[in-house]
């Protein structure tokens, strides 16, 4: 069955160094992968996304993520965190088949930043 | 900018009380999700519609009931609350169209607690 995988429930980052959450899916074909953020007491918004093409994708706030096929990864990097990018970050990859419109979503990692 | 309301941030209520969480959207989307968040599980799709009065089961949809009289208002329900349906609910929606194209926009949450 297809599955999102974010291995760290937690990440602890000092401000001003770089950050790298991890994301590993289960698809046997080329998977249509999104990163979203949800900071405290709000809903989540779109970070980035990708389909095809370029693996290396461009988001909002300074973002970026790797598709890497070989290790069924999607990892999610920025150089040099700031206080406000403390949230949980959620991996996602659009579900196969009938239902292309669900999305399937990993655990989540949340984001410590300190001072 | 699209917006989603969700009626309540917070709601407390009864083992045993049938509760309806409230959630419009303003973008005349036909697209609307309801998911359950808990603490290392992610996102779980409880019901979504994709037009007026259309509805199908997400992976979660024991104990819960949706209904969409309007497009720009999808409730779920929950018909006879249980402690066990305390949780984080979150209203989604997007315009038409498979989920690869159609990123989705979140409400704030209501986190709902059952006593």
């Known amino acids: 069955a297809q599955s999102v995988t974010q291995p760290d429930i937690h990440i602890t980052v000092s401000e001003g160094a770089s950050l790298e959450l991890r994301c590993n899916y289960s698809?046997?074909?080329?998977?249509?992968l999104f990163w979203y953020v949800q900071s405290p007491g709000q809903g989540l918004q779109l970070l980035l996304k990708?389909?095809?093409?370029d693996t290396l994708v461009q988001g909002i706030k300074g973002f970026e993520a790797e598709f890497k096929r070989s290790q069924s990864s999607f990892n999610l990097r920025k150089p040099s965190v700031h206080w406000s990018d403390a949230a949980e970050y959620f991996c996602a990859c659009v579900r196969a088949g009938d239902s292309n419109y669900q999305l399937i979503w990993g655990a989540g990692t949340k984001l410590i930043i300190k001072p | 900018d699209v917006k989603v309301t969700q009626s309540s941030r917070y709601l407390v209520k009864r083992t045993g009380e049938k509760v309806f969480l409230e959630c419009v959207q303003d973008m005349d989307h036909e697209n609307m999700f309801w998911y359950r968040q808990d603490p290392g599980l992610g996102l779980r799709l409880i019901y979504f519609s994709y037009d007026v009065k259309m509805k199908e089961k997400g992976d979660i949809p024991e104990g819960y009931s949706v209904s969409r009289e309007k497009k720009e208002r999808f409730s779920l329900i929950l018909e006879s609350a249980s402690t066990n349906q305390t949780s984080m609910y979150l209203c989604?929606?997007?315009?038409?169209?498979?989920?690869?194209?159609?990123?989705?926009?979140f409400g704030d949450g209501t986190r709902l607690s059952i006593l």
């Open positions: 990708y389909f095809s093409g």
């Open positions: 989604a929606s997007s315009p038409p169209g498979e989920a690869r194209n159609q990123p989705q926009h």
């Open positions: 698809y046997g074909a080329t998977p249509y």
